[in-house]
């Protein structure tokens, strides 16, 4: 590639150039959706054993004027890589909070728990900490009620500054799980050493949990594992009864997935699960 002026590159290869091109507009539709208003929250439940609603990730959608509903596997990598994830983080996790706050409010939802993704550079980024304690303050959300997802790629920045933001996050009440468990770079003296509170067992582990002897094994390590560390466990992916019963059967106490529900709009959450300001 040889460069023709400022943020453009120019290609011999039409197709490669075309890719170049399809990715620098994403990236200013993408700035331009963060500022009006094109993004959007869904939210998944998280259920325990009886089926009772605990609490709900947020999983942010782009609703984009032509393209339609936009997921996040079309943008997060590239919003990554821009830093334009840092104000998509803001915005999600300002809305999580917001959502937590009015179900403080009433006694049968007050218990529930916001589970809200962060990437390694929203995490990494100067200030992250005062950020998240700023929403939390201003949206009067209870800490206590939210947990942040952080993945294994994380731990490629420095873990002692990583364990210092956990740490002064905790210390505010915070909880945080360890997103995609068993696929990325864990390491079990990572595990020992992150102030972690939950591991999430990453979906491709689950999805085959009943035919892949290999699966089945990793998913009980794993639940043993979570055990003897003290840390809850999620299971992700969950789609049929015969999962959850396996699950259940070695011990997990969480679950998420589309057999529980699938990722929905605010109005749509809360009618699916009898909220109090649906009835
Ligand atoms: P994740 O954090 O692992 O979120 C779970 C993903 O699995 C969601 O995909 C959800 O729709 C999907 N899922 C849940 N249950 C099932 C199931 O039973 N079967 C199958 N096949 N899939 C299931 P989604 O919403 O498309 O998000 C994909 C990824 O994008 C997320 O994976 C997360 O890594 C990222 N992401 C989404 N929202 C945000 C965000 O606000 N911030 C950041 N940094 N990343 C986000
Ligand atoms: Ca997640
Ligand atoms: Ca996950
Ligand atoms: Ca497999």
Redesign the pocket.
Known sequence: AKSAGRNTQRFFDPQMQAMVNARANLESDLRQAIHDGELQ??Y?PVMNGSGTLMGA?????WRHPARGLV???EF?DLA?QTGL?VD??HF?MRTACEQLALWAAHPSTQALTMS????PR?FHNQGFVDEVLGIVAQTGANPARLKL?L?ENLLLGDVNETVNRMRQLKERGLGFSL??FGVGYSSLAYLKRLPLDQL?I??SFV?DVLSDVSDAVIVRTILALAQSLELEVVA????NSEQVDFLISNGCKRF????FG??VPIGEFERLHGFPSCR
């Open positions: 929250v869904y998944q990730e947020a999983l942010v959608r997921m996040p596997i997060i990554e994830i998509l983080g999600v809200v993704n962060v990437s929203q997802e993945t997103d995609d999430k990453d979906r999805s992700e992916g969950v789609e998420q997935g589309f057999h699938r990722p």
